[in-house]
C-alpha cells in the first residue's frame, strides 16, 4: 500500500497552518529563493508549529513519538522533487495538504522501473535519491493527487516523486513517528484518533 487517505481538515485550520507556515518562511532568507536544484525546500518546524500542530492532532499514543524532523515541503509552480525514498529505511509519512493545485501529483515506481533508469542513488540521511531529474516522463506504478486539507499516509520506503503542478506553491506538512511502523500498522492506530474536527 503506497497511499491512505485519513480524511479533510477543516477549511480554517487549513488556512492558519498555511499563514504560520508562510510567515515562518518570510523569517528565511535561504528559503525564499528556492534555490535547490530540485526547485523545492523544506522548513523545519521549531517549537511554535510543533506547538501548532499539536494543538490539533489528537492521537495521545502518537503525540510523545513525533519525531523532532516534523517539516513542511514546499515546492512552487512546475517543481518537485525527483525519485527517492525517505531516509535511509524509513517506512511512512503523515502529510497535510495546506497549499495545493487539482493536478499536483505523488507517484509511485516500482524496483524495476527505477533499475531500467540505470541512474546513481545518492545515500543521505534524510533520503535516497536517484540521479535521475527528467522525472516528469518516468512510468510508474502508481499515481495519487490530493485536495486542500487532505490528511494522508504515504509509503516513504516505495521509490515516489512529487510535483505542483499549477499556479499555487505546494505545501505539505510531513509528520514521522518513532518506532518506523508500517503504514499497515498506522492506518490503525491513526484512525482511531487524528485530528480534532476531521472530517471522514
Not at 39 to 56: N, P, S
Not at 120 to 141: C, D, G, M, W
Not at 157 to 182: P, Y
Amino acid at each position: 500500500m503506497n497511499y491512505y487517505h485519513l480524511g479533510r481538515l477543516p477549511l480554517e485550520i487549513v488556512q492558519h497552518l498555511e499563514t504560520a507556515i508562510r510567515n515562518k518562511i518570510l523569517e528565511r532568507e535561504d528559503l525564499t529563493d528556492y534555490a535547490r536544484k530540485d526547485g523545492y525546500q523544506w522548513l523545519m518546524f521549531d517549537q511554535e508549529l510543533k506547538a501548532e500542530f499539536r494543538k490539533i492532532f489528537s492521537n495521545t499514543e502518537l503525540i510523545s513519538k513525533i519525531k523532532p524532523n516534523q517539516k513542511a515541503l514546499i515546492s512552487p509552480p512546475n517543481t518537485g522533487m525527483r525519485i527517492h525514498k525517505d531516509g535511509l529505511d524509513w517506512r511512512t509519512a503523515l502529510n497535510i495538504a495546506v497549499s495545493c493545485n487539482p493536478d499536483d501529483w505523488i507517484r509511485w515506481y516500482s524496483e524495476e522501473q527505477v533499475t531500467a533508469l540505470n541512474s546513481t542513488v545518492n545515500k543521505f540521511e534524510q533520503s535516497r535519491n536517484l540521479q535521475h531529474y527528467a522525472y516528469t516522463n518516468v512510468p510508474y506504478i502508481d499515481e495519487q493527487r490530493t485536495q486542500l486539507g487532505d490528511v494522508y499516509l504515504v509509503n516513504t520506503d516505495v521509490w515516489h516523486s512529487f510535483r505542483c503542478v499549477g499556479d499555487k506553491d505546494r505545501i505539505v506538512i510531513q509528520t514521522k513517528f518513532e518506532g518506523n511502523l508500517l503504514i499497515e500498522d498506522l492506518i490503525p492506530i491513526l484512525e482511531q484518533s487524528s485530528f480534532y474536527n476531521i472530517i471522514k
